[in-house]
């Protein structure tokens, strides 16, 4: 991706959004051509020259402080996710090029979950769990996970097409099969989150050939997708709810955790729980038991790779 662009169109983005009243910019009513702050404002509110901060907005920010990247982003009122990243898109302008280009050009190797989180994972009976990295790339599950997201395992899509082996993508799932809209009653604002994730890890890690590979296949082949990667949002996604309207179990309403795994850099564990005593406690513990049913324990044919896999028996790992 280029990096310079990448700056000017986030820069542009969040200017975008700060009125002058926001900014305690007096307006005096008068008509402005173009949303949000100028240039100007935003150099004056930031302490830089205009000239300066016009360099900056170009994508010329090689070199610059990290004194002034936080005075604009306080400026432009970034939040923590917004402000990671624009700390992340300098650190990697400010990369020697040479090591860029040679990281660019290679394909990262296939990551692999430590039997010990493997063993930790199948020891959380009553627990969702997951292992992801930054690409949304599912590298492991436990039962209870695998049958929470048995759609986006037996997808045909999700792990790409004609690829066999490659690991199921909760973004590929989200926006190339149909059936996302039936799981994820809240399909809209998962995907704007999904999207503001996969954004957040292109300033962390630029030259991911696989990441870059995944966000090209979307935006060509999902309108969705490209409108919202146009949009420049970013997120951190650490623990909230999330709305299941899952085929067995039916309706299920999750709290979710998320713990960065700090031996395994890229890897964050998942976990979904039910609030005790309601419905969700009740549908997630008839999924469970469908889950561990020995009748359920069938070999299927995956139907893109042709792979014999066993049905919500195994943890997946790669």
């Known amino acids: 991706m280029d990096r310079k662009n990448e700056i000017r169109e986030f820069l542009i983005s969040r200017r975008a959004k700060i009125s002058p009243e926001q900014a305690g910019i007096p307006s005096y009513g008068e008509l402005r051509r173009v949303p949000g702050l100028r240039r100007e404002e935003v150099a004056q509110l930031a302490g830089v020259s205009t000239d300066y901060y016009t360099r900056l907005e170009r994508g010329s920010i090689r070199g610059v402080s990290d004194s002034v990247l936080e005075a604009v982003a306080s400026a ?154 146009a949009g420049h949002d970013v997120r951190i996604h650490t623990t909230g709810s999330k709305r299941f309207h899952h085929p067995v179990a039916g309706d299920l309403s999750l709290q979710f955790e998320t713990l960065h795994l700090p031996g395994d850099e890229g890897q964050t564990l998942f976990t979904f729980t039910a609030e005790p005593g309601s419905a969700s406690e009740n549908a997630l513990a008839f999924l469970a038991s469908w889950a561990a049913s020995p009748a359920e324990s069938t070999i299927t044919t995956h139907p893109t790779t042709k792979t014999e896999t066993t049905s919500r028996k195994d943890s997946t790992s790669q």
Not at 110 to 115: C, E, G, I, K, W
Not at 195 to 224: I, S, Y
């Open 76 to 229: 432009l009122q970034l939040d923590d996710a917004e402000r990671t990243h624009l700390m992340d898109l300098a650190r990697t302008a400010n990369a020697p090029l040479r090591g860029a280009r040679r990281q660019a050009s290679r394909r990262p190797a296939q990551q692999r979950v430590r039997p010990g989180v493997l063993r930790l994972l199948d020891g959380m009976t009553g627990v969702v769990a997951i292992v992801q990295n930054g690409r949304s790339d599912v590298l492991a599950a436990n039962l209870l996970g695998r049958a929470l997201y048995s759609e986006v395992f037996d997808s045909a899509v999700a792990s790409g097409p004609d690829t066999p082996g490659r690991l199921p993508n909760q973004a590929r799932y989200l926006f190339l099969d149909p059936r996302a809209a039936d799981l994820y009653p809240d399909w809209r604002a998962i995907a704007a989150t999904t999207v503001a994730m996969l954004r957040l890890e292109t300033g962390r890690n630029p030259h991911d050939r696989a990441l870059n590979e995944l966000v090209g296949e979307l935006t060509t082949r999902c309108g969705l997708f490209a409108g919202l990667w």
